[in-house]
């Protein structure tokens, strides 16, 4: 899948679309993620967006996305953890209402 190297959300969404769980596409998100940090307000919202929407395999790999882009982000700015903060509590609920809602299917690796 070919990607154009500037962000808009719509190549966001696509790389989100297309992540999976293995580490490698966690974190080669990620750090296009961070590449591009200054536009961290519209991918939060994009995030959010698309977890709620995300099938139940993509949930953890979704939180696992934000969660390396702060943790590898924060010798750069705060722009990825002020972008994503407000948006973490909906969405572990979210994550959590769907694996107890439906406890076959949480949080299987894929």
């Not at 200054?38 to 969660?67: E, F, G, I, R």
Request: charge should be neutral; aromatic fraction near 6%; include cysteine.
């Amino acid at each position: 899948m070919a990607h154009s190297n500037g962000y808009s959300d719509s190549s966001f969404l696509e790389r989100l679309s297309a992540l999976s769980s293995s580490q490698q596409s966690i974190q080669t998100l990620s750090l296009w993620l961070i590449h591009h940090r200054t536009h961290a307000d519209n991918a939060a919202d994009v995030w959010m967006k698309h977890l709620l929407q995300a099938p139940q395999k993509q949930l953890m790999p979704l939180m696992y996305l934000v969660s390396d882009a702060i943790l590898q982000s924060r010798k750069r700015g705060n722009e990825i953890k002020d972008a994503f903060q407000d948006h973490l509590e909906e969405a572990l609920a979210h994550v959590c209402r769907c694996v107890i809602g439906n406890p076959d299917r949480g949080a299987q690796p894929s």
